[in-house]
T-cell receptor, first 114, second 111 residues
Framework: EPEVTQTPSHQVTQMGQEVILRCVPISNHLYFYWYRQILGQKVEFLVSFYNNEISEKSEIFDDQFSVERPDGSNFTLKIRSTKLEDSAMYFC????????????FGPGTRLLVL | SQQGEEDPQALSIQEGENATMNCSYKTSINNLQWYRQNSGRGLVHLILIRSNEREKHSGRLRVTLDTSKKSSSLLITASRAADTASYFCATDAVGYSTLTFGKGTMLLVSP
């Protein structure tokens, strides 16, 4: 069964450093998402991406964040200058269409900012 | 903004018993989805129910949706120790594809 994959599974970084989180969505899916979950809190939407453009973004997704689909398979989330409060589990998700469709989540990348 | 909220926050049962979790939300939705998360792991999709559906089954799972009350329930029948996990409902509002998650119900099934 196809699945969303994410790398790395864990990342530790120093405050102020840039990190890139990588995702490979399911191959025939057209809509891609990033969510995050701070330890003990709700899963929160960050950004959605379709047709090489951001389609929606939350207040969390400020100028420090960017997304890219550099090739036909990868979907990346970049945090330009990490802060302590960026420590969280970051989930990538994809869906075939935009609505009335299941979003399939990857296993997550646990980011720890020291 | 809409918000999915589950109750109870935590539920402890014995193997073989049924577990019922509830979710409430605030705005009109396209769909409601239930996900499961084992401790510190990824989100596993369980079931999607559309706004025009009232009940859906998948194996030992039964989901109901009452759009007039803006609520849903997830029933796991004949629970197993392996069902121990956190369960989240997630809704997408009409006109949007993004999911809004609740805080989740932590289910503990003891052997």
């Amino acid at each position: 069964e196809p699945e969303v994959t994410q790398t790395p599974s864990h990342q530790v970084t120093q405050m102020g450093q840039e990190v890139i989180l990588r995702c490979v969505p399911i191959s025939n899916h057209l809509y891609f998402y990033w969510y995050r979950q701070i330890l003990g809190q709700k899963v929160e939407f960050l950004v959605s991406f379709y047709n090489n453009e951001i389609s929606e973004k939350s207040e969390i997704f400020d100028d420090q964040f960017s997304v890219e689909r550099p090739d036909g398979s990868n979907f990346t989330l970049k945090i330009r200058s990490t802060k302590l409060e960026d420590s969280a589990m970051y989930f990538c998700a994809s869906s075939r269409t935009s609505d009335q469709e299941t979003q399939y989540f990857g296993p997550g990348t646990r980011l720890l900012v020291l | 903004s809409q918000q999915g909220e589950e109750d109870p926050q935590a539920l402890s049962i014995q193997e073989g018993e049924n577990a019922t979790m509830n979710c409430s939300y605030k705005t009109s939705i396209n769909n409601l989805q239930w996900y499961r998360q084992n401790s510190g792991r990824g989100l596993v999709h369980l079931i999607l129910i559309r706004s025009n559906e009232r009940e859906k089954h998948s194996g030992r799972l039964r989901v109901t949706l009452d759009t007039s009350k803006k609520s849903s329930s997830l029933l796991i029948t004949a629970s197993r120790a392996a069902d121990t996990a956190s369960y989240f409902c997630a809704t997408d509002a009409v006109g949007y594809s993004t999911l809004t998650f609740g805080k989740g119900t932590m289910l503990l099934v003891s052997p």
